[in-house]
């Protein structure tokens, strides 16, 4: 499974960015697809996940106000960002996990939020 993110920038607090990750190669393979960040000096942690099923779940940080989605017409991810704080600052790495919980990765696109 190969995995092309796309979509980081620089944004001032309060706007918002898109983020997409496509997928290719052995996709059926593919239990759930996610999004984590890492910040300078801190681990990466989730932010968001989808499911095969659809079904979906979120860091406390970020509910209300990410959304991640999924076109399976374009084996594409997505994690709509809104009212972004100056802490979401961090590159984010797409996710995915197959049915034997291996983990392929993204290369990692930088989120930076001004205040």
């Known amino acids: 499974v190969q995995l092309q993110a796309s979509g980081g920038g620089l944004v001032q607090a309060g706007g918002s960015l898109r983020l997409s990750c496509a997928a290719s190669g052995s996709i059926r393979t593919i239990k759930s697809t996610g999004w984590y960040r890492q910040a300078p000096g801190k681990q990466r942690d989730l932010v968001a996940v989808?499911?095969?099923?659809?079904?979906?779940n979120y860091a406390d940080s970020v509910r209300g106000r990410f959304t991640i989605s999924r076109d399976n017409t374009k084996n594409t991810v997505y994690l709509q960002m809104n009212s972004l704080k100056p802490e979401d600052t961090a590159v984010y790495y797409c996710n995915a996990r197959n049915h034997w919980q291996y983990d392929y990765w993204g290369q990692g696109t930088q989120v930076t939020v001004s205040s």
């Open positions: 989808i499911s095969s099923a659809g079904s979906t």
